[in-house]
């Protein structure tokens, strides 16, 4: 009996690591979201400066489409912009933009213009209304609503070509 007590320590210390080795093969960036499957949140944003027309979730009805959270103040926003480019000028899916919490309302438009806009509408989010219906926790996000205005997927961090051809991509032909 004395040296069962010897051993239990050791099981919980076994049971520990197996958690521990479990936990670290999954990826941090990819938060899940509680809204996969559901409609989504109303919303209505404003247009950015310079643009006339904002977003709202009534433009996600009828078409598979993407919507990506930016920011002119997000490194990696910069490294996925050119694959969000190359897949609007294919006229692959439409690409909506959430330009989220800019440090003033210039910066957005200022970034857009500089880099290319790959976004049929975008709206300006400043107090985070387009996020939080979305459950955004950090730019980029992006999320693939189906015709019928349903969250399908959500991919947290910037687009790579990897990601678009071996997630998005296949995901985008199969809503269709």
Not at 3 to 23: E, R
Not at 54 to 80: H, I, P
Not at 111 to 127: A, E, H, I, M
């Amino acid at each position: 009996m004395k040296k069962l007590g010897y051993f239990l320590p050791l099981g919980v210390l076994a049971i520990l690591a197996i958690y521990l080795v479990m936990g670290l093969g999954r990826d941090p960036q990819n938060l899940p979201s509680v809204l996969i499957n559901t409609p989504v949140p109303t919303f209505d944003l404003p247009a950015i400066e310079g643009q006339v027309t904002g977003f709202s979730n009534e433009d996600l009805m009828g078409q598979v489409t993407l919507v990506n959270v930016f920011g002119s103040w997000c490194e990696a926003c910069r490294y996925e912009h050119p694959l969000l480019m190359k897949i609007a000028e294919q006229k692959l899916i439409p690409i909506y933009g959430i330009d989220w919490q800019e440090p003033n309302p210039k910066a957005g438009p200022a970034w857009l213009k500089r880099y290319g806009n790959p976004y049929t509408l975008v709206g300006n989010d400043p107090k985070s209304l387009g996020a939080i219906a979305f459950g955004v926790t950090k730019a980029p996000e992006s999320f693939l609503v189906d015709k019928r205005g349903v969250i399908r997927l959500k991919h947290s961090g910037r687009i790579t070509e990897s990601v678009w051809s071996k997630i998005i991509w296949p995901k985008v032909q199969e809503l269709r």
